[in-house]
């Protein structure tokens, strides 16, 4: 099954492993990108892909 284009602020924060208040901060600082569709808020996998290889980034220059 493949895995979906939009996720909930729940599926982010379980592969994240951090809590709703950081997931709700990174997308406040525009880190993260979300939609919103109703008033439900979302965030596109592809965005979630982007943060990581940010963060991949940051940890290598760091190096």
Do not use: F, W
Not at 1 to 6: Q, T, V
Not at 13 to 28: E, P
């Amino acid at each position: 099954m493949s895995s979906p284009d939009l996720l909930t602020v729940s599926d982010v924060m379980a592969r994240l492993q951090v809590g709703r208040h950081t997931v709700y901060d990174l997308i406040r600082s525009h880190r993260l990108h979300s939609v919103r569709i109703g008033r439900c808020r979302r965030i596109p996998a592809r965005s979630l892909a982007g943060y990581l290889d940010s963060l991949t980034k940051e940890a290598d220059h760091g190096r």
